[in-house]
Nanobody, 127 residues
């Protein structure tokens, strides 16, 4: 059984930084494309960033490119999301997800078949 645990969310002022972490049981991060998703109040869940299985290629939605960086430590089975220059529109509950790779060198941040969602971690950015 897969269990994802996200942490690191907090209340920060606009322009601030946070680093989110994710660990999991029942799943090895070096076997999957890893992803961060988020869900803002009243909105659908949306993909934020992805990192391919080998950790050599990443992609992110346009609104966070240049501000968010996804990374992982496969030895520790940890996934991270470094978020800089946070904006109020980044306010959401953030979740990590894992997908079997479809391609060797790329990943898709906007799609997922993952359905073992954790509790997520709340990020709130104030003006």
């Amino acid at each position: 059984q897969v269990q994802m645990v996200e942490s690191g969310g907090d209340l920060v002022q606009a322009g601030g930084s946070l680093r989110l972490s994710c660990t999991a049981s029942g799943l090895r991060f070096d076997e999957y494309d890893m992803k961060w998703w988020r869900q803002a109040p009243g909105k659908d869940r949306e993909g934020v960033a992805c990192l391919n299985r080998r950790g050599t290629w990443s992609n992110a939605r346009t609104s966070v490119k240049g501000r968010f960086t996804i990374s992982k430590d496969s030895a520790k089975n940890m996934l991270y999301l470094q978020m800089n220059n946070l904006k109020p529109e980044d306010t959401a509950v953030y979740y990590c997800a894992a997908d079997r790779p479809k391609f060797a060198d790329t990943c898709s941040y906007s799609t997922t078949q993952f359905d073992d969602w954790g509790q997520g971690t709340q990020v709130t950015v104030s003006n």
